[in-house]
């Protein structure tokens, strides 16, 4: 069983940077496929990016391409997510994820953290 913690949401303005930090519970953390996803109100829950587990592979979803990065820490069990130049259209509850068996079905989650972004 694996727990995961996000933090650092909070309010800014347009433009402005947060980083999310995603904290793991268990040994198993630098095994598995992490990601980030977002949950706007009234929308789907969308995928932001993702990380293998040695950080050799990432993709990024086309709307945040180059303003946002993940990595990870494996000796700290943590995964972040710089955000920088954000938009008002980022506003959502950001949560991180893990991919057990690598095999693209999320099977861990946590709470959430929300992020908003005023104009």
């Known amino acids: 069983q694996v727990q995961l913690v996000e933090s650092g949401g909070g309010l800014v303005q347009a433009g402005e940077s947060l980083r999310l930090s995603c904290a793991a519970s268990g040994r198993t953390f630098n095994r598995y496929i992490m990601g980030w996803f977002r949950q706007a109100p009234g929308t789907e829950r969308e995928f932001v990016a993702r990380i293998s587990w040695s950080g050799a592979t990432i993709v990024y979803a086309d709307s945040v391409k180059g303003r946002f990065t993940i990595s990870r820490d494996n000796a700290k069990n943590t995964m972040y997510l710089q955000m920088n130049s954000l938009k008002p259209e980022d506003t959502a509850v950001y949560y991180c994820?893990?991919?057990?068996?690598?095999?693209?079905?999320?099977?861990?989650w946590g709470q959430g953290t929300q992020v908003t972004v005023s104009s």
């Open positions: 994820a893990a991919d057990r068996l690598s095999s693209g079905v999320y099977n861990y």
